[in-house]
């Protein structure tokens, strides 16, 4: 449980059903609310909040747990591609206050113009062509 929050900290206590992949420092776990399929979040085993608090030990298992479950979406699921992103603090989005990163594999089709990607968390700022 983290210090300063009353609820159980749902990415310290981990179902085993969800893990894709482990190691000492990172977990590949399946999204409980997934929007598309095989979304996956990369989470570090040590609770901390934000990237900027991992170790280089951590940061690098992180990014290569992420190769991993991209290895395992790729093997099956066959995705056209991938938006990686982290809510980081309240103004950024983040709800669960321990670090995760989500991998959400994309799909040709699962919308219209998929331009701008992630920029899409600001509307009014997303579309910069013409």
């Known amino acids: 449980m983290s210090p300063s929050h009353s609820k159980p ?5 981990l179902d085993p059903h969800r893990i894709l ?5 990172a ?16 989470i570090p ?13 951590e940061q690098a298992a ?9 290895g395992l979406l790729d093997k099956h699921h066959q995705p056209d591609g991938y ?3 982290i809510n980081h603090g ?9 670090l995760h990163i989500h991998l959400i594999p994309r ?10 990607g992630v920029r899409w968390v600001l509307p009014d700022k997303a579309k910069y062509w013409a």
Not at 107 to 116: A, F, I, L, N
């Open 107 to 116: 799909y040709r089709g699962d919308k219209e113009d998929p331009r701008g």
């Open 45 to 57: 085993r040590r609770h901390f909040a934000t990237l900027f608090e991992a170790s280089e030990a």
């Open 27 to 42: 977990v590949a776990y399946r999204d409980g609310f997934p929007v598309s399929l095989g979304h996956t979040v990369i």
């Open 62 to 70: 992180l990014l290569k747990m992420m190769a991993q479950a991209k």
């Open 83 to 85: 938006n990686i992103g």
């Open 90 to 98: 309240q103004a950024g989005g983040q709800t669960v206050p321990h």
């Open 9 to 13: 900290c749902p990415f310290c206590k």
């Open 21 to 25: 992949a482990e190691d000492e420092l």
